[in-house]
């Protein structure tokens, strides 16, 4: 699907323009920065668009929306797929075993789960963990997007194949799109496995030491230290 450009991203564009240009400083004035909207407020009002949801079917079998959560000005972003039963039960993101492991994932990389962001593609669980169908994607979609325009993130992570096809608006295959940037909505954004896949896979080393590649790409864009971390997880 086509994504519009946020505002977030056309700034972005036009300081990297002045940069090619010769310029090394841009000045902003303390009034412009007190006016700026506080994202937090933001996403209040995004969450209370999406209201008690019933624009799709995965309405009548959920118990909780799990609309996401993290610093409101992550410079990093996580998106999975949707909530299975624990985080259905408690109405937050990645809180089950997958989020056990993206927590120590998060910290391999030098940071804290409250410093990033982490939101799901479809906000209701879809019954007995099946794959979301694309009208269901296509429907939660659009809030996923105010999210990440709200927060504008400076990388954006997207955790396995439903993730990344549904933020690059294609069918993709995962081991060929993972380890590289792509961007949506103007942003660096880095496919991985899914950590539930890497806990199926737990025996192999080779899929966490690929997504650990990964994870160093993001550290690398984000200018935290690599040398030394999270190498032996
Ligand atoms: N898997 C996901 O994709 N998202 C969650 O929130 C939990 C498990």
């Keep these: 699907m086509a994504f519009c450009r946020d505002p977030a991203s056309e ?17 902003v004035s303390r009034v412009a920065q007190k006016d700026r909207p506080i994202p937090s407020a933001k996403l209040t009002a ?9 624009r799709c079917p995965l309405s009548s079998g959920r118990k909780t929306i799990v609309f996401g959560e993290g610093s409101p000005e992550a410079r ?9 039963a624990d985080e259905d039960r408690e109405g937050r993101p990645f809180v089950g075993r997958a989020g056990q492991l993206l927590n120590r994932m998060i910290n391999a990389m030098g940071l804290d789960r409250s410093q ?9 669980r879809p019954p007995g963990n099946r794959d979301p169908e694309p009208v269901e994607i296509q429907t939660c979609l659009p809030f996923l997007q105010a999210q990440i325009n709200v927060i504008s993130p400076e990388v954006i992570v997207g955790l396995g194949r439903i ?15 993972r380890g590289s940037f792509y961007y949506v909505n103007g942003i660096p954004f880095m496919p991985t496995y899914h950590p539930s896949f890497l806990l199926r896979k737990e025996p192999e080393r080779k899929w966490k030491a690929e997504a650990w590649e990964d994870l160093k ?6 200018d935290l230290p690599v ?3 999270g190498d032996s997880k």
């Design 11 to 27: 700034l972005r564009d036009y300081l990297c323009y002045l940069v090619d240009m010769g310029w090394d400083q841009v000045f």
């Design 227 to 229: 040398d030394g971390r």
């Design 217 to 222: 790409k993001v550290m690398a864009q984000l």
């Design 76 to 84: 990093l972003m996580f998106v999975g797929e949707g909530p299975g």
């Design 46 to 54: 995004i969450r209370e668009e999406i209201g008690d949801c019933r």
């Design 116 to 124: 990033v962001y982490i939101a799901n593609v479809v906000k209701c």
């Design 163 to 177: 993730a990344v096809g549904s933020l690059l608006g294609r069918k993709i295959s995962l081991t060929k799109t």
